[in-house]
């Protein structure tokens, strides 16, 4: 994960033009352990194994266990929350 690349282009940046994004899209473009296209076996408790919910919550899961965890600075997350607080006001 490019944490500091994350960091550097906070909440709402591109990463789609960034160099990065150019050489690592296709290895998290195609989640070949979350998206498993084989034919059902017809046994529950094998189709299971390959349901794109449990296999994505697995990943995530995984990923979030092995990351440094992302925290936005206190001004933005201050910002944010005004932002929120507002908005609930208005709703």
Do not use: C
Not at 30 to 45: A, R, S
């Amino acid at each position: 994960m490019p944490i500091d690349l994350i960091k550097k282009l906070g909440p709402g940046g591109s990463f789609f033009q960034q160099e990065h994004t150019l050489y690592n899209y296709k290895q998290n473009l195609w989640l070949t352990e979350i998206f498993d296209k084989t034919l059902t076996t017809g046994k529950i408790n094998e189709d299971r194994k390959r349901d794109i919910l449990i296999n994505a919550n697995k990943k995530v899961k995984e990923i979030m266990s092995k990351n440094e965890k992302f925290r936005l600075p206190e001004d933005k997350e201050k910002e944010i929350n005004e932002i929120v607080k507002r908005a609930g006001e208005i709703l």
